[in-house]
């Protein structure tokens, strides 16, 4: 079954406005990470963010960590046009090991 | 620096059949693990292998099994194909086995079944 439920599964926004979503999981983890994929291709890792962090940048990426709640949010900031992706949180599997469960993912469309 | 590639890109088979993915890792990964993504939906761990043995294995049937070869590179098979198999297989490689370590991910191949 699926561990991360990603919110809100649909966004359209403006080039320039931040993008906002949020991923939820059930049970303890080691780490959680967010991937970007294109048009149903392969995915790209964005960020990494352990369990004892509570939040971390990467360029225009600031992604949010609450373990209390088990819940974690992925900004982007200024978005562009080539933002227009599929976003997935993803959290090990097993803990401690590197088996991801992917949330369903939010499609993301950016419009210049 | 090649990264992680898969091959065929996509294939058609037809119900019953048997189909086997290919996957090379990332240079100086030693650790592949493989995912399924229907349509719509988030992939979902099938196996990972390291040192040529399967370790965790994620809620598929026997249908699909997997070989890792000793250049680290891996296949997927899947036999007796059912429609509901239609899926883009996504290949990960990493290194370290247990280690905490980004997957980089292959482009998929799509699979259709008909």
């Known amino acids: 079954s699926q561990q991360g439920e990603e919110d809100p599964q649909a966004l359209s926004i403006q080039e320039g406005e931040n993008a906002t979503m949020n991923c939820s999981y059930k049970?303890?983890?080691?780490?959680l990470q967010w991937y970007r994929q294109n048009s149903g291709r392969g995915l790209v890792h964005l960020i990494l963010i352990r369990s004892n962090e509570r939040e971390k940048h990467s360029g225009r990426l600031r992604v949010t960590l609450d373990t209390s709640k088990k819940s974690s949010s992925l900004l982007i900031t200024a978005s562009r046009a080539a933002d227009t992706a599929s976003y997935f949180c993803a959290t090990d599997l097993f803990y401690g090991n590197n088996r991801l469960a992917f949330g369903k993912g939010n499609q993301v469309v950016v419009i210049p | 620096d090649a990264g992680v590639t898969q091959s065929p890109t996509h294939l058609i088979k037809t119900r019953g059949q048997q189909v086997t993915l290919r996957c090379s890792p990332k240079s100086g990964h030693d650790t592949v693990s493989w995912y399924q993504q229907a349509l719509g939906q988030g992939p979902q761990f099938i196996f990972q292998y390291y040192e040529e043995e399967e370790r965790q294995r994620g809620n598929f049937p026997d249908r699909f099994s997997g070989h890792q070869f000793p250049n680290y590179s891996s296949e997927l098979n899947v036999n007796a194909l059912l429609l509901g198999d239609s899926a883009l297989y996504l290949c990960?490689?990493?290194?370290?086995?247990?280690?905490?370590?980004?997957?980089?991910f292959g482009p998929g191949t799509r699979l259709l079944v008909l």
């Open positions: 049970t303890s983890i080691n780490n």
């Open positions: 990960a490689s990493s290194s370290g086995g247990e280690a905490e370590e980004t997957q980089y």
